[in-house]
């Protein structure tokens, strides 16, 4: 699993937690990169944001070995073992400790702008960072909640070394992360964006989460998230082969939409899910799973066969139907690169029961013989710097007799790997989806 940036990494760490018994949470940030992690955790929970600054204290000649930590209001940690063993003097302890701690009370009045420090007495301490790696950090962090009498203490992050997430259990009295990959190299590896917060960064989603009441905090064409009815992994049985899926049903959800992946791509996929979470916050179920087994994949003609790909996906469908969460429920297709082929191929097909059919950076084409069939109303999404994409799109828009929309997202290219693009076509996707997917709700 990888993740787009840290808020999509934030949004998804915190529909786990909200799994957690109900606690009286203060959500702190590790500064810089665990604040934009931590704002959408604290966000979703309804609890206040704070960061919690701490900073190591180096054994004067071995500054990466910790002889100990401090952080506000006074909090010293002291690990007596390294300090004899280093033969650190009292002397010296305190040269490092005043210059850490001047630097401390400097960052601390950066970050807050002049508020005070949230107190985190007999309340939950829920530690946020944007991964993990060696958790020295956060295991200092531990140990100042503990000495400023937070009740209990829970770590929660997006990624984590599996030995350093194991360790941690040592200092908190919970530890959430999403991911423990092996191997594990650097946190960055697991973010599409992994460029670093600035101090401002920090700042302004401090004061945001400060002066912005969390139930106005998500944006208003975005509902609230439901708990999860139900969120695994699945596997469907599809010419004699298994194929694997996630399917993702809020509670209450009654509009579905199967993803139908592009070449090279999987159900894993960062960017589609990332569109995903997008619908599940406004309420709506996905579906994404792979149309192709591994050893199919080898097979690039295999990729590129669109009759294929759609005769799975109608499959797949029927699977969907038959399972509680699908019975009456209106089914959209979502489909990027050639999975938008075949998306539109299988919309095609006499009788097929699709309500809503939108394409990412797709390739129509794939599917014009059969595109004058389509009955579903279709947005095609293109990056304006997608040229040759963009002209396949404009020509199969002239050649859809169904209701369809063809909309450029401004300095994306084929990837939607510019700032805010993928962001912007997601918000397009979920917004056809709102608008055309209409359950047939059982009668009472």
Not at 325 to 331: C, F, K, P
């Amino acid at each position: 699993m990888s993740f787009v940036d840290r808020a999509e990494a934030g949004r998804r760490l915190a529909r786990r937690v909200k799994q957690l018994p109900s606690e009286d949470f203060v959500v702190l940030g590790l500064p810089r990169g665990g604040v934009p992690v931590a704002f959408e955790v604290a966000r979703e929970l309804g609890a206040p944001l704070d960061v919690i600054v701490v900073r190591k204290l180096g054994v004067p000649y071995q500054p990466e070995l910790a002889m100990g930590a401090i952080g506000e209001a006074g909090v010293r940690v002291v690990n007596d073992r390294v300090v004899r063993a280093a033969g650190v003097t009292q002397e010296e302890f305190a040269v490092v400790e005043e210059r850490e701690r001047a630097e401390l009370a400097r960052r601390a009045a950066r970050f807050r702008g002049g508020r005070s420090r949230v107190p985190i007495g007999g309340r939950t301490a829920l530690i946020v960072d944007d991964g993990i790696a060696t958790g020295s950090t956060v295991r200092a962090a531990c140990q100042v909640a503990r000495a400023q009498r937070a009740a209990r203490v829970i770590v929660a992050t997006p990624v984590a070394a599996p030995e350093s997430a194991a360790a941690l259990r040592e200092d908190a009295d919970e530890v959430v992360a999403l991911e423990t990959p092996e191997p594990f190299f650097a946190i960055g590896q697991f973010y599409d964006d992994f460029s670093q917060t600035s101090d401002e960064e920090v700042v302004r989603l401090l004061e945001l989460a400060a002066t912005q009441p969390a139930e106005d905090a998500t944006p208003a064409s975005i509902a609230p998230d439901d708990p999860l009815g139900r969120d695994e992994e699945v596997e469907i049985a599809v010419d004699g082969n298994r194929l694997g899926g996630h399917l993702t049903v809020p509670d209450g959800a009654h509009e579905i939409v199967v993803f139908a992946h592009g070449s090279g791509s999987s159900r894993h996929s960062p960017r589609n899910r990332y569109v995903a979470t997008v619908l599940h916050d406004a309420g709506l179920g996905t579906l994404l799973f792979d149309l192709l087994t591994p050893d199919e994949e080898l097979d690039r003609a295999n990729v590129f066969d669109i009759p294929l790909l759609a005769r799975r996906l109608v499959d797949v469908t029927a699977w969907m139907r038959a399972q509680p969460e699908g019975r009456g429920a209106s089914i959209g297709y979502f489909g990027a690169s050639t999975g938008a082929g075949a998306a539109l191929w299988a919309a095609a097909e006499p009788g097929a029961d699709v309500a809503a059919v939108v394409s990412r950076g797709g390739r129509p084409d794939l599917a014009m013989a059969r595109l004058a069939d389509v009955r579903a109303p279709t947005l095609l999404i293109v990056g304006a710097r997608d040229a040759t994409v963009l002209a396949l799109n404009a020509e199969a828009e002239t050649q859809m007799r169904c209701p369809v929309r063809l909309s450029v997202v401004a300095g994306a290219t084929h990837l939607f790997e510019e700032p805010g693009t993928l962001a912007e076509a997601a918000a397009l996707a979920r917004d056809w989806f709102v608008e055309h997917l209409h359950p047939v709700r059982p009668s009472r």
